[in-house]
């Protein structure tokens, strides 16, 4: 279905900045853009494993729809975590009706360092009040709902906030690097007041606990995505290598280019067993599902980065146009090195994790 839909749709999209709404509508009402949410509440019911493999392909085709589903079932399982059963009832079913939802926890002194959160919700009878700023959060601009993370007065909560509430505003990044139609967007909340129960269960804990749920899933749908755009470059660059000729044989026939084409296969299928292992873990609920979706949004990750550029060295002027699938992939790459944990973020959690695993 996606192949069809999107076509050679996505350089299109990524010019423009924009993917059609009714287009992210009608995947949401067919619950698609976060399939891992249970029948129950109108979902697909996928496995971590099933729906890794749909991202993968959805990565491989446009990784500003991709970001887009990374940012649904963020949001769904943000509510399915941290909400309250008649909230869930409420809440989830919108999002796999055809409705869009962004998660809002980085703001502008507050990306990795989440104790810098300086976003306020404030009891206030049977309201609360939100106030704060948020920055770079994927699909705002496309979004019916924010569920937006930020302080409460004994610790952290998670509130859900109409995009059209009084006091929102949302303003698109028009020139992102990558991942152009995601619809990222900057988030101003002024005084904004909802009902008491816009505020979800999980509260009072420490912001670090309460963005990690998000995040983890987050990070595993981030690495089944750069799966799919190691999978995309490695197809772009093996045609263009087996079609064209240089000093009278094939691209492919000479080692230098080879050996690109050998390190595409690498990263794809190191991305592809971290994923699968970390879906593994995610399914049976093991507490190392945590650490696992650290690991596999990091090798996927900085594989896609570098993977993307030896497409573009593969393709060369072929593969130099703006809106090209190896150009495309070559800046989205590069984003996902920084979404979700950077890098370097990454490399320290790690890092912590052998030291407490050392024995």
Same mark, same amino acid.
């Given at each position: 279905?996606?192949?069809?839909?999107?076509?050679?749709?996505?350089?299109?999209?990524?010019?423009?900045?924009?993917?059609?709404?009714?287009?992210?509508?009608?995947?949401?009402?067919?619950?698609?853009?976060?399939?891992?949410?249970?029948?129950?509440?109108?979902?697909?019911?996928?496995?971590?494993?099933?729906?890794?493999?749909?991202?993968?392909?959805?990565?491989?085709?446009?990784?500003?729809?991709?970001?887009?589903?990374?940012?649904?079932?963020?949001?769904?399982?943000?509510?399915?975590?941290?909400?309250g059963?008649?909230?869930q009832?409420?809440?989830?079913?919108?999002?796999?009706?055809?409705?869009?939802?962004?998660?809002?926890?980085?703001?502008?002194?507050?990306?990795?360092?989440?104790?810098?959160?300086?976003?306020?919700?404030?009891?206030?009878?049977?309201?609360?009040?939100?106030?704060?700023?948020?920055?770079?959060?994927?699909?705002?601009?496309?979004?019916?709902?924010?569920?937006?993370?930020?302080?409460?007065?004994?610790?952290?909560?998670? =509130?859900?906030? %109409? *995009?059209? +509430? &009084?006091?929102?505003?949302?303003? $698109?990044?028009?020139?992102? !690097?990558?991942?152009? #139609?995601?619809?990222?967007?900057?988030?101003?909340?002024?005084? =904004?007041?909802? %009902? *008491?129960? +816009? &505020?979800?269960?999980?509260?009072? $804990?420490?912001?670090?606990? !309460?963005?990690?749920? #998000?995040l983890?899933?987050?990070?595993?749908?981030?690495?089944?995505?750069?799966?799919?755009?190691l999978?995309?470059?490695?197809?772009?660059?093996?045609?263009?290598?087996?079609?064209?000729?240089?000093?009278?044989?094939?691209?492919?026939?000479?080692?230098?280019?080879?050996?690109?084409?050998?390190?595409?296969?690498?990263?794809?299928?190191?991305?592809?067993?971290?994923?699968?292992?970390?879906?593994?873990?995610?399914?049976?609920?093991?507490?190392?599902?945590?650490?696992?979706?650290?690991?596999?949004?990091?090798?996927?990750?900085?594989?896609?980065?570098?993977?993307?550029?030896?497409?573009?060295?593969?393709?060369?002027?072929?593969?130099s146009?703006?809106g090209?699938?190896?150009?495309?992939?070559?800046?989205?790459?590069?984003?996902?090195?920084?979404?979700?944990?950077?890098?370097?973020?990454?490399?320290?959690?790690l890092?912590?994790?052998?030291?407490?695993?050392?024995?």
């Amino acid at each position: 279905m996606f192949t069809d839909l999107v076509g050679d749709r996505a350089a299109e999209w990524d010019r423009t900045g924009r993917i059609p709404l009714d287009t992210l509508r009608g995947l949401g009402a067919k619950g698609l853009l976060c399939a891992q949410v249970p029948a129950a509440h109108g979902g697909l019911a996928f496995s971590s494993r099933r729906n890794g493999e749909l991202t993968a392909h959805v990565g491989a085709l446009c990784s500003s729809l991709r970001s887009v589903m990374t940012s649904q079932g963020m949001a769904a399982w943000t509510l399915r975590r941290l909400a309250g059963a008649g909230q869930q009832a409420a809440l989830v079913p919108r999002l796999t009706g055809g409705e869009l939802a962004a998660v809002a926890f980085s703001e502008a002194g507050a990306g990795s360092d989440l104790s810098a959160l300086r976003t306020r919700i404030t009891r206030d009878g049977d309201e609360v009040v939100v106030d704060g700023a948020k920055v770079w959060t994927t699909n705002a601009a496309y979004a019916d709902l924010l569920v937006v993370f930020g302080r409460t007065e004994d610790g952290a909560g998670a =509130v859900v906030v %109409p *995009a059209t +509430a &009084l006091g929102v505003r949302i303003e $698109r990044i028009t020139d992102p !690097l990558g991942c152009r #139609a995601a619809g990222h967007a900057d988030i101003r909340l002024d005084g =904004v007041r909802l %009902p *008491a129960d +816009a &505020l979800l269960d999980g509260v009072d $804990r420490t912001p670090a606990l !309460l963005v990690t749920t #998000a995040l983890s899933y987050g990070r595993m749908s981030v690495a089944w995505g750069c799966t799919g755009i190691l999978r995309g470059c490695l197809t772009a660059a093996a045609r263009h290598a087996n079609a064209r000729e240089q000093f009278g044989v094939r691209l492919a026939e000479h080692q230098l280019v080879a050996r690109h084409l050998a390190e595409l296969l690498i990263a794809e299928q190191g991305a592809s067993r971290a994923c699968e292992h970390a879906s593994e873990l995610w399914d049976e609920g093991s507490p190392d599902m945590v650490t696992a979706a650290v690991l596999a949004k990091h090798v996927a990750a900085t594989g896609a980065a570098r993977g993307a550029a030896r497409a573009v060295q593969v393709l060369a002027s072929a593969g130099s146009r703006d809106g090209h699938t190896v150009a495309r992939a070559h800046r989205d790459a590069k984003l996902m090195e920084i979404i979700e944990g950077s890098s370097e973020i990454c490399e320290l959690m790690l890092a912590r994790h052998a030291l407490a695993t050392a024995g």
